[in-house]
């Protein structure tokens, strides 16, 4: 079965970015010996999906972050010609669900979903989402990406915290699981 995970860093606003995809107030954050978790995770990640823009804000990191890791980039737009795409990154156009359906094929345990919020509200909406690990930044935008998109109507979900732990930095990171059946009350 693919799981999927939105694994992200937000503001105390919800904010994953700046206004203009601003990520300067992350900077303060990565401290030395500490990554939130994040070595850990890669450990059993099979593959990736994110958006053009998240995809372009990880190359202007210089090498490809990911290794060999197959990658997804979601774009209506045409995939760069100027042969800085990775060998591992699959371009073009898919719904969730059918992401999801080629994974399962591929026998991928894990898939994490990068980002953006857009992409992330389209997988929370389809009801993909198997997992949130967030990283709550104690710092507040007013304005910015938000960390699930547009919002839009849906239905509601559950979700459970299986793990959290706070940081002397202020951080919180949290890991939730979606609750697939709703939870009883009383």
Same mark, same amino acid.
């Given at each position: 079965?693919?799981?999927?995970?939105?694994?992200?860093?937000?503001? !105390?606003?919800?904010?994953?970015?700046?206004?203009?995809?601003?990520?300067?107030?992350?900077?303060?954050?990565?401290?030395?010996?500490?990554?939130?978790?994040?070595?850990?995770?890669?450990?059993?990640?099979?593959?990736? @999906?994110?958006?053009?823009?998240?995809?372009?804000?990880?190359?202007?990191?210089?090498?490809?972050?990911?290794?060999?890791?197959?990658?997804?980039?979601?774009?209506?737009?045409?995939?760069?010609?100027?042969?800085?795409?990775?060998?591992?990154?699959?371009?073009?156009?898919?719904?969730?669900?059918?992401? @999801?359906?080629?994974?399962?094929?591929?026998?991928?345990?894990?898939?994490?979903?990068?980002?953006?919020?857009?992409?992330?509200?389209?997988?929370?909406?389809?009801?993909? @989402?198997?997992? !949130?690990?967030?990283?709550?930044?104690?710092?507040?935008?007013?304005?910015?990406?938000?960390?699930?998109?547009?919002?839009?109507?849906?239905?509601?979900?559950?979700?459970?915290?299986?793990?959290?732990?706070?940081?002397?930095?202020?951080?919180?990171?949290?890991?939730?699981?979606?609750?697939?059946?709703?939870?009883?009350?009383?």
């Amino acid at each position: 079965m693919t799981e999927v995970t939105y694994y992200v860093a937000a503001t !105390l606003d919800d904010f994953i970015a700046g206004p203009s995809g601003e990520l300067d107030w992350l900077h303060p954050f990565e401290q030395a010996g500490t990554d939130y978790g994040l070595a850990d995770f890669m450990a059993g990640v099979d593959a990736l @999906v994110m958006g053009r823009t998240t995809y372009a804000v990880a190359r202007s990191f210089g090498d490809w972050p990911y290794g060999e890791r197959p990658a997804w980039v979601l774009s209506h737009q045409d995939a760069p010609t100027d042969g800085s795409l990775p060998p591992s990154v699959f371009w073009g156009a898919a719904q969730p669900h059918e992401l @999801v359906a080629q994974w399962m094929d591929r026998d991928f345990r894990q898939v994490w979903l990068v980002g953006g919020g857009q992409l992330a509200g389209q997988f929370l909406r389809a009801g993909l @989402v198997d997992h !949130l690990m967030l990283a709550t930044i104690p710092v507040t935008l007013g304005s910015g990406l938000p960390l699930w998109g547009v919002p839009q109507k849906m239905a509601p979900q559950h979700w459970t915290l299986q793990a959290h732990q706070a940081y002397p930095n202020g951080v919180l990171t949290q890991h939730f699981k979606r609750v697939r059946s709703a939870p009883s009350c009383g």
